[in-house]
């Protein structure tokens, strides 16, 4: 199946400071999406990403499908960004995401 | 976007009673489901495929005579964890894909359901 990697497993920011997440898998997808977990539990959907650039407001994302890869970007980062970010890939929508292990990211005042 | 519910969005048992947790596409249709795991500072592990109108796929290693899945509709898909153990305390999420054009892509997930079994 396919193995998603993350790094780095943790993160720890000044608030204000910027960072970039990465996601690197294995095999060629059709679906690809970053995610927020807050302290609930919630998963948050940050992008659909399974190519190119995408921004909305401090995050953006890029895929480069053809080297497996994706990166978020968090810029100048607030206390409320705290909190797991996953990426996860399929090889469609129809099939199931597989998710990786996550980072963990702390952003301190 | 796509609205998924769940519901309850947290249940506390006893050891060896049954617990049904429901999974609601809100406004879209959705003949397939997800169901996934996440214990403590773990990352999520798919367990099942519900699939409305036939049986549901396990993963290799979830006991389907436990984890009991019905899709009854195109709007909802139930998991029910029989004769619970302590062991079977975790969050638990459904998710769905929407559709955009008539095809397949974003997956939508419902908030969870935290089942601690006592």
């Known amino acids: 199946g396919i193995q998603v990697e993350q790094s780095p497993p943790d993160l720890i920011l000044q608030e204000g400071a910027n960072s970039t997440l990465r996601c690197n898998f294995s095999?060629?997808?059709?679906?690809l999406q970053w995610f927020h977990q807050n302290p609930w539990g919630q998963l948050i959907n940050l992008f659909y990403?399974?190519?190119g650039t995408k921004q909305n407001g401090r995050l953006s994302a890029t895929t480069v499908a053809t080297e497996r890869y994706s990166l978020l970007y968090i810029s100048s980062s607030q206390t409320t960004d705290s909190g797991v970010y996953f990426c996860a890939v399929a090889y469609s929508g129809n099939t199931p995401l597989v998710f990786g292990k996550g980072t963990r990211l702390s952003v301190i005042a | 976007g796509a609205v998924v519910s769940q519901h309850p969005s947290r249940v506390i048992c006893k050891s060896g009673t049954s617990v049904k947790i429901e999974c609601r596409s809100l406004d879209f249709q959705a003949t397939t489901m997800f169901w996934y795991r996440q214990f403590p500072k773990k990352s999520l592990m798919l367990m099942a495929t519900?699939?409305?109108?036939?049986?549901?796929?396990?993963e290799q290693g979830v006991e389907k005579d436990k984890f009991l899945i019905n899709h009854a509709s195109l709007t909802l898909s139930t998991l029910t964890v029989t004769s619970a153990h302590p062991e079977d305390s975790s969050f638990y999420i459904c998710s769905a894909p929407g559709l955009a054009g008539g095809v397949a892509d974003t997956q939508y997930f419902g908030p969870g359901t935290r089942l601690t079994v006592l």
């Open positions: 519900s699939n409305e109108g036939s049986k549901a796929t396990y």
């Open positions: 095999d060629s997808v059709n679906n």
């Open positions: 990403i399974p190519s």
